[in-house]
């Protein structure tokens, strides 16, 4: 059984930083694609930003430079570090993981069997 946990979510004032982590246990870590998603309220879960086994990086084009994902195949994590947050990046952080992914899809949430539960991050004007 393949499970997700995040942390790190919280308040943060515009223009601070975040880090968020993501602990996948039960699967094989080292060669899923694991990737971070948002849905902020009333809004359909979005893509931020993916990794995969041979550590391609791809960003949602509002991340702006602004986000870091970063993978630790030693301790089954994902990290997004975010920086110079703003009001819109307000919203529920999920982590996805799955070993099926192909590359064309990978911003896809369809593409993701296994999800954590959220964290929250919440950005003040």
């Known amino acids: 059984q393949v499970q997700l946990v995040e942390s790190g979510g919280g308040l943060v004032q515009a223009g601070g930083s975040v880090r968020l982590s993501c602990e996948v246990s039960?699967?094989?870590?080292?060669?899923?694609?694991t990737a971070w998603f948002r849905q902020a309220a009333g809004k359909e879960r979005e893509f931020v930003a993916v990794?995969?086994?041979?550590?391609?990086?791809a960003y949602a084009d509002f991340v702006k430079g602004r986000f870091t994902i970063s993978r630790d195949n030693t301790k089954n994590t994902i990290d997004l570090q975010m920086n110079s947050l703003e009001p819109e990046d307000s919203a529920i952080y999920y982590c996805?993981?799955?070993?099926?992914?192909?590359?064309?899809?990978?911003?896809?949430?369809?593409?993701?069997?296994?999800w954590g539960r959220g964290t929250q991050v919440t950005v003040s004007s």
């Open positions: 996805a993981a799955d070993t099926n992914v192909i590359l064309s899809n990978r911003r896809n949430p369809a593409a993701y069997d296994y």
């Open positions: 039960g699967g094989t870590f080292s060669r899923s694609t």
């Open positions: 990794t995969d086994r041979y550590r391609r990086h």
